[in-house]
């Protein structure tokens, strides 16, 4: 696929008549632009960085893979070469392209990552990864370089759907050029494929910082493998098919418009983080960074406040997450945040309410402290010292009785047996559960409930391991490490062995 006048004239009628008749989507008011932004100039010019200063304009975003050769970036060594001008020559052919389309479209500003935010300045790509939601929100359009596995690959493809066979003809020399109209799409639900490709996944849609940039941005232009499309709130449209389709693969742009969370707004955010939790990032550090304007944005709408991929207003249920039954899932190294499903890379389910409307609270562990202290002055950032202090019921645990096959534990913990109904842990292999050396294994009631009728608790909690850490004032402090969830459907006989359990303030990390 190139940049043919064609694909080009395609794409220009979508946005016009995205800017001109979609009372759905956003209108396009002049916004104060990024730091930094590449001026694209005219055909012949050189496109140069220009730092903006608070100037206010249009301009467009591309989303790209960097792939494993770095594209041509901005440094501190670099910054006054950039803003003198960059040869086209110099640019790696996708940000060519991306350049080419920005003009053709009539914009005159174009952001892309590595040449706009200062890749060796901590503090630079620190406050710019912080400002993703406004980047990408307040842009015109986003081109979406999907078929590209690095820099070097340009927006085209060789996969492209053929342009059809003529058919017919005249004696004006006219003809009707026909092809296959294929249904199947691929993962990103937009752009269709051929039937033996159904549910092709683009390496562009598995990486971790581009969700946020496909789920923020008002308008993308597709560049996929088999032909250009287009996203916006109100149509899906494609080069192989005539009639628009309505959007739906991106429920997370609903909550932008809703006045009030619903309940499909709630199903709309936790598929979002199950989806975000699969997805591949380069460093395992950017785990929380690059999930930041989503959460921004989501936090406005709930109206609550994040904490590292959970609600503080929903503590202690919040810490109740799960990894999903079957799947695989390991423990991201040097991360800490283990109360966090931020901490795990596999795909999780979110706490969840017992279903019966008829259950009742007999016991609800405290929380007494939170600590988020964040290095960038923006709790959604890096963080230096993250824990949770909570006060519940606790009971060591003696011995295991793994039966894997149906993922349920029996503890032994004095004086009698306990049989979790189902107990899930955090690492799929249930290493952290085996390993001896790293010290006993407590379980840590959260709720117990009671439903009516029935003379049996129900019961949630984590299993736990304790872990020392140095504090800031250089003492050793005694906290617990998450390993697993508990749940307890229930049983005759274990009100009198929950009510044994102590009660004991603990500091999870």
């Known amino acids: 696929m190139t940049l043919s006048p064609a694909a080009m004239n395609l794409a220009a009628e979508w946005l016009k008549d995205c800017l001109s008749n979609h009372d759905s989507c956003q209108r396009p008011l002049e916004t104060e632009l990024p730091t930094r932004v590449i001026d694209v100039g005219r055909d012949g010019d050189n496109p140069q960085l220009f730092i903006a200063n608070g100037a206010k304009g249009h301009y467009v975003t591309l989303s790209h893979r960097w792939g494993e050769s770095t594209p041509l970036t901005t440094t501190m060594s670099t910054l006054g070469k950039r803003v003198n001008g960059i040869t086209m020559a110099e640019l790696p052919r996708t940000f060519q392209d991306a350049v080419r389309c920005t003009r053709y479209l009539g914009y005159k500003y174009l952001w892309i990552d590595s040449l706009c935010i200062i890749q060796d300045s901590k503090v630079d790509w620190e406050h710019e990864s912080s400002q993703m939601q406004d980047i990408y929100t307040r842009a015109i359009l986003n081109i979406s370089a999907n078929a590209a596995h690095d820099s070097t690959s340009g927006l085209g493809s060789s996969k492209r759907l053929t342009a059809g066979k003529p058919i017919g003809g005249s004696s004006n020399g006219d003809y009707v050029h026909l092809r296959d109209l294929y249904y199947h799409t691929d993962s990103s639900g937009v752009s269709h494929v051929p039937h033996q490709d159904e549910g092709f996944e683009h390496a562009l849609q598995t990486r971790g910082w581009v969700l946020q940039e496909r789920m923020l941005s008002p308008r993308i232009l597709h560049f ?250 250089s003492v050793e402090e005694k906290c617990y490490r998450r390993i697993g969830y508990y749940r307890d459907w229930g049983r005759r006989n274990m009100w009198d062995k929950y009510n044994q359990f102590q009660e004991e303030e603990i500091c999870l990390v």
């Open 224 to 473: 996929s493998a088999y032909e250009m499309a287009w996203e916006c709130d109100t149509f899906c449209r494609c080069e192989c098919a005539t009639s628009p389709r309505k959007p739906t693969a991106r429920p997370f742009r609903t909550l932008l418009v809703k006045s009030e969370p619903d309940y499909d707004s709630h199903i709309a955010w936790s598929q979002l983080l199950r989806k975000y939790n699969t997805l591949k990032l380069t460093y395992e550090s950017d785990k929380l960074l690059a999930f930041t304007g989503l959460a921004y944005k989501a936090a406005e709408f709930f109206r609550k406040t994040y904490l590292a991929g959970l609600w503080k207003e929903d503590l202690p249920f919040a810490l109740l997450w799960y990894v999903k039954g079957g799947k695989e899932s390991t423990r991201l190294k040097n991360y800490g945040l283990s109360w966090s499903w931020t901490s795990i890379r596999g795909e999780v389910g979110p706490a969840l309410w017992p279903t019966s409307p008829e259950l009742s609270v007999v016991y609800e562990a405290n929380i007494t402290a939170v600590c988020l202290c964040s290095e960038v002055g923006r709790t959604l950032g890096p963080l230096q010292r993250r824990s949770i202090s909570i006060r519940g019921k606790k009971v060591s645990i003696n011995k295991l009785f793994l039966e894997t096959q149906h993922q349920r534990v029996k503890i032994s913990s004095p004086p009698t047996m306990l049989e979790g109904e189902l107990i899930r842990p955090d690492v799929s292999d249930w290493t952290e559960f085996l390993d001896v050396g790293n010290g006993p294994l407590f379980l840590f009631l959260l709720y117990i409930y009671k439903q009516p009728g029935l003379n049996y608790p129900l019961a949630r909690g984590l299993i736990i391991r304790p872990i020392n850490m140095i504090s800031e004032n």
